[in-house]
């Protein structure tokens, strides 16, 4: 055997296992979910990655980065809708967290006043502020404000 089998045998064997740990949603485990989402994100299974997830938020409702998750497969998959209603979901449970703002502006449904709010609020890593003023950019692009949109993409 090769070395690229063995390696490919293994991921094999890992990705059956991960499915077998989170086939029962009574005993599914949140990491082992986490860890086989970005397995079947990686190989393309799109369904089967939003069935899985689907499944998990149901036993844990409140937990932001499966719903971030299902948001990022659905915008993989062209169901825009259901995207906005993930990422909106987020924005129910933690009103500043900023990668989903950010999905939003992505997917032309944020508000301006919101993306300023959030650009105010003291806690943001570098990363976060470059991501609101692309937010902030976007938005003003979208609704025909060119200039002030090319200022804050400068």
Do not use: P
Not at 6 to 13: P, T
Not at 22 to 50: H, R, T, W
Not at 86 to 110: G, I, N, Q, T, Y
């Amino acid at each position: 055997m090769t070395d690229r089998a063995i390696n490919n045998a293994g991921k094999s064997l890992s990705l059956e296992t991960l499915r077998h740990a989170c086939m029962d949603s009574d005993s599914m485990d949140i990491d082992a979910v986490i860890e086989l989402s970005g397995m079947l994100q990686s190989a393309g299974y799109y369904g089967e990655l939003l069935e899985l997830l689907s499944r998990a938020a149901l036993k844990w409702s409140n937990n932001i980065d499966l719903k971030l998750r299902m948001g990022r497969v659905h915008q993989l998959m062209g169901n825009l809708s259901d995207a906005v209603d993930c990422f909106r979901a987020v924005r129910r449970l933690d009103k500043d967290h900023v990668l989903s703002f950010v999905a939003l502006a992505r997917l032309r449904d944020a508000d301006l006043s919101d993306c300023y709010l959030l650009q105010k609020s003291g806690d943001l890593t570098s990363q976060e502020e470059i991501s609101l003023k692309y937010a902030e950019a976007r938005i003003l692009e979208q609704s025909g404000r060119y200039d002030e949109a090319f200022q804050a993409y400068a």
